[in-house]
Structures are given as structure tokens and as C-alpha cells.
């Protein structure tokens, strides 16, 4: 199957109104100009500088909306500022600072959503769920951020549907719309607990090309 096969395969299965980002991590620029010129327009993208890399080779594609889905270093935030629609990893106070001080310099916003290491796994980023009521608040009150819900990545192997709950709880006690959860492997039971944006990269590009060094 051809990627805009696999694509309107994965469209026809999810809700009109659900957000599908086509992950494209270690894809070529060529796979993503297929899978836009299909129709697709949200894309995610894990590492700082391929995603960079990637985004200036498909900047002629004007309405291409990228989502940066992987783990963030601070010194980092100042590549992404101005030049992505979403941060689904913030998942500390001093990444979100870093973030806001580099968008209020160029007078841009991007959404985000906070990180939430739903399992306790301690091989995983994201912040604590007993920590998320704080760092809510502390990204409210910060210039360019816009904070529209809570992502999070379950453990391999265990069943997400009780990390699917656990998130959609804490974002329902904060009062946001947004749930970034699910991924090729598990997103039929993240769209039946909720989710409202889905991550899926190899069920749309076929198997991922090793990243290059």
C-alpha cells in the first residue's frame, strides 16, 4: 500500500472531528510531501534538529502544521519558537519559561500540552500526575503558551486503557478540551476513552527508516 492508502485507511477509522498527526520521525521529506499532497496536514516530529532539517526542506508547503511529540531539552526550546502550531512534551516549569521567554522575543504562540508519565516509569519523561494541578498553573500564567490538555505515552505491553482514564481525569479537573493520546499500536482504545488528537506514524508511512547520526 501506497502512503495515501495507508492514510485514508487510518482516516476512515477515526472520528471527523479527532486530530490525526501523521508522525514522520526519520521519514523523508518525500514521504511527508506524499502523505500532504493526500490530504494530510498535522505532522509530528520527535528530534530537534531533524525535525529543523526537515521543515526547511518543506518550507514551500505554507499550511503544513508540525507538532513536536518527543523529548524536549531546554537549550532546544529556541529551535522550535515561532515555527511549530504544538508542544505535546512540556512536561517541567523551566522548559515552559525557556519555551515562553523564545516566543514572546519573536511575538509568537504555540499550543501545548503537558506531558504526564502516567505509568511512574522512571525510563520516562513527563511529570508526575500529582504534579500536573501546579504545572497547569504555572503555564497559564506564562506569555505565548497556550495550554489545550495533557498528553501522555503508556507502558509497553500494559493494557492503556487505565492510562487513558488516569488522563482524561486530569485534564477533566483543569478544565481543558485536549487529550494527545494514542499511538499506531494503541489508538482504537485511546479514541473510545476520549482522546482527541492521535499520534500514528508507522500505520500511515509503513516501518520507520533507521534515524540517521
Known amino acids: 500500500m501506497s ?4 492514510l485514508a485507511a487510518v482516516r476512515a477509522a477515526l ?18 510531501r506524499e502523505a500532504y499532497a493526500a490530504g494530510q496536514r498535522d505532522f509530528g516530529e520527535n528530534y530537534a534538529q531533524e525535525w529543523r532539517a526537515k521543515a526547511d526542506a518543506l ?8 507538532h513536536f511529540i518527543g523529548g524536549l531539552q531546554t537549550n532546544k526550546a529556541r529551535l522550535l519558537a515561532g515555527r511549530v502550531a504544538a508542544v505535546h512534551t512540556v512536561d517541567r516549569i523551566e522548559l515552559a ?10 511575538q509568537a504562540r504555540v499550543q501545548v500540552f503537558l506531558e504526564v508519565n502516567v505509568g511512574s516509569e522512571a525510563s520516562k519523561e513527563g511529570c508526575a500526575p500529582g504534579e500536573v494541578p501546579s504545572l497547569a498553573a504555572a503555564v497559564r500564567g506564562l506569555p ?22 488516569l488522563l482524561r481525569s486530569l485534564r477533566d479537573g483543569l478544565g481543558l478540551a485536549g487529550l494527545s493520546m494514542g499511538m499506531s499500536g494503541d489508538w482504537r ?18 516501518p520507520r527508516p533507521p534515524r540517521q547520526p
Open 3 to 6: 502512503i495515501a492508502e495507508r
Open 15 to 32: 472520528p471527523a472531528a479527532l486530530t490525526l498527526v501523521a508522525v514522520s520521525k526519520t521519514q523523508p521529506p518525500e514521504a511527508v
Open 59 to 66: 518550507a514551500d508547503l505554507a499550511d503544513l502544521r508540525w
Open 97 to 106: 519559561r525557556e519555551l515562553s521567554r523564545r516566543l514572546e522575543a519573536r
Open 144 to 165: 505565548g503558551l497556550d495550554l489545550v490538555g495533557l498528553m501522555c505515552i503508556p507502558p509497553v505491553g500494559a493494557d492503556p486503557r487505565p492510562h487513558f482514564r
Open 189 to 206: 482504545e485511546a479514541v473510545e476513552e476520549g482522546s482527541t488528537c492521535v499520534r500514528i506514524g508507522t500505520a500511515i508511512f509503513g
